[in-house]
């Protein structure tokens, strides 16, 4: 939260005309203004949160399930399957439950 100033990129004109196409400014967001409650870090391309992994599923809080599968990280399999943060990618893991390294 800061105050709110004309926005640096557009001097406040909201965008750009480009003949009879209007850009918006990205800075902005068409706002002709930053700050307050209209600040673009807030905003920014965030990516959706990762759903939570199988394991924390609502299925596991039923002990009878948990029981009867076994290792309930790999469901007796050894291996998880994860996605991998940076390259964006599943991967195949030894599970960290049931295999000792
Ligand atoms: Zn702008
Ligand atoms: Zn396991």
Known sequence: MSDRITCP????????????????????????????????????????????????????????ISQRVGCRYCLGTGKVTTIDEESRTMVSAPCPACTTP
């Open 9 to 64: 990129e557009c001097n406040g004109r909201r965008g750009e005309q480009l003949g009879p196409l209007f850009l918006a400014c990205r800075f902005c967001g068409g706002t002709g203004w930053v700050g307050d409650t209209n600040e673009p870090a807030e905003r920014g391309e965030q990516a959706p949160p990762e759903p939570p992994p199988a394991w924390e599923h609502k299925v596991w809080l039923d002990s009878w």
